[in-house]
């Protein structure tokens, strides 16, 4: 299924863990990454702008592949 703005997101730990981004930046993600769900607000190319609205914390950018549907 394609991912569009709307769709209530999380991360694949798996997939974020051992990616480029986890190389590049401090590799001790947050568990809310993972554990809540955060909507799609935008799409550029390969990746999606997350919104993270249960905690304050700002936007975040993640691949399209590093993410799942939260159900």
Known sequence: MAMKK?????????????????QASDSRFPSYLFETQGEIVDIKGNYALVKFGQVPTPNIWLKLEQLEEFV
């Open 6 to 22: 709307g769709n209530m997101v999380r991360a694949i730990r798996e997939k974020l863990e051992n990616s480029l981004e986890a």
